[in-house]
């Protein structure tokens, strides 16, 4: 079997990738009443007295809401909620797999942007965070937004965020490599949504000072037509030369490319273009913008895909399971600008000086010193910037 066939047979085989499983024991009459009636209302007195003790009187503290509704699942796109429960239920598995946060997936039968904010605000008392997973643009930035205004819990669209997260902590030892920097290198990045935008002001955070987004109508520059607000907004602060064109134009003396778009876009004759020493992230999947080889034919110094079966893998794992540890353990009340760069620098110190080389700018998924390092520096930021539940 390949590996679709053998998923789908797992799959039916499994009938569902997580369980819940109790963390008290109920094998007497005695543990049953301290479980539950009538020892349990002693908590649920307190609670009330002290809503903030819900996060350790419960499993809240340690839980997170993996939410969607169905509509970007990974290439698949408006898929629905229920096709969309195998995706959030792998989610789950890798925030305890990898960052032990529990979490439980639901999936919304809805795509009115009140429904849904107002859907998450009701569950939020049973949740210590909540994931956004899924959600196609431009409704996902206006979501998270909501959501962040309205809960005093952490509001995480791993889509966007976790995505940028990782491509910079790539870049970060990508330029040590190449010998460039944020400050210096021009990166286009194709794919003007949700991942494309939120890795152009992560960038922008580390003080990039030329990138250009490019959407399928071509380079993003001001006065553009047919932009979304999101993309308005964006070229307003990136695109600095007012640069108009193809995606083959803007290449032209690129030191990085970032793909967050569809399959078979650039060409090695575009990448021969590109600065020496370029940086190619083509992460579309299971296709990318340009396979690894022909990028390699068109002169890439360094290239990393979205794939397990090339190096450089620039896989989410690395960030989200971290970010939701360190912020649980926090007890932060949001995630900030702070705590993601922070959460990308520590990705790429993971890797020693020695460690890092063209075909390894990132530590391997199964790292076990990456959700650790993570965790804490998202820890450390949140009480820095005092973020914190009093």
Not at 78 to 91: L, R, T
Request: hydrophobic letters at 45%.
């Amino acid at each position: 079997m390949d590996v679709k066939e053998k998923a789908l047979a797992l799959h039916r085989e499994w009938q569902g990738k997580i369980e819940v499983v109790a963390r008290c024991p109920v094998t007497n009459s005695e543990e049953l009443s301290l479980a539950y009636t009538p020892g349990v209302a002693e908590p649920c007195v307190a609670i009330e007295k002290d809503p903030s003790l819900s996060y350790t009187l419960t499993r809240r503290g340690h839980l997170i809401a993996v939410v969607t509704d169905g509509t970007a699942v990974l290439g698949l796109g408006d898929i629905g909620p229920e096709a969309a429960m195998p995706v959030m239920e792998g989610k789950a598995v890798l925030l305890k797999a990898f960052g032990d946060v529990d979490a439980v997936p639901i999936c919304l039968d809805t795509k009115d942007v009140d429904e849904i904010c107002r859907t998450v605000e009701i569950l939020a008392p049973s949740f210590g965070g909540i994931n956004l997973e899924d959600i196609g643009a431009p409704r996902c930035f206006e979501i998270e937004r909501r959501l962040k205004e309205k809960l005093s819990i952490p509001v995480f669209h791993d889509d966007q965020h976790g995505t940028a997260i990782v491509v910079s902590a790539a870049l970060l030892n990508a330029f040590k490599v190449a010998g460039k920097s944020f400050e210096t290198a021009t990166v286009v990045i194709n794919g003007a949504g949700a991942a494309g935008i939120a890795i152009a002001k992560h960038l922008i955070g580390f003080h990039a000072k030329n990138v250009i987004l490019c959407d399928k109508d071509g380079i993003i520059y001001q006065g553009a037509p047919n932009l979304t607000v999101a993309q308005e907004e964006m070229a307003k602060i990136t695109n600095k030369d007012g640069l108009k064109g193809t995606l083959a134009d803007a290449l032209k003396g690129a030191d990085v490319f970032i793909g967050v778009s569809r399959p078979n876009l650039v060409t090695a004759e575009m990448v021969s273009h590109m600065a020496d020493r370029s940086i190619v992230f083509p992460m579309a999947n299971p296709v990318p913008e340009i396979m690894p080889e022909e990028a390699k034919k068109g002169g890439a110094f360094i290239i990393g895909t979205g794939r397990s079966d090339y190096p450089n893998q620039v896989n989410n794992v690395l960030a989200f399971p971290g970010i939701f540890k360190g912020a649980l353990d926090a007890g932060a009340t949001d995630i900030t600008e702070g705590m993601k760069l922070a959460a990308s620098y520590a990705i790429a110190s993971v890797l020693s000086e020695d460690e890092i080389s063209v075909d390894r700018v990132l530590p391997d998924a199964f790292d076990p010193r990456v959700a650790k390092a993570v965790a804490e520096a998202v820890k450390n930021a949140a009480i820095q910037e005092g973020v914190i539940r009093k």
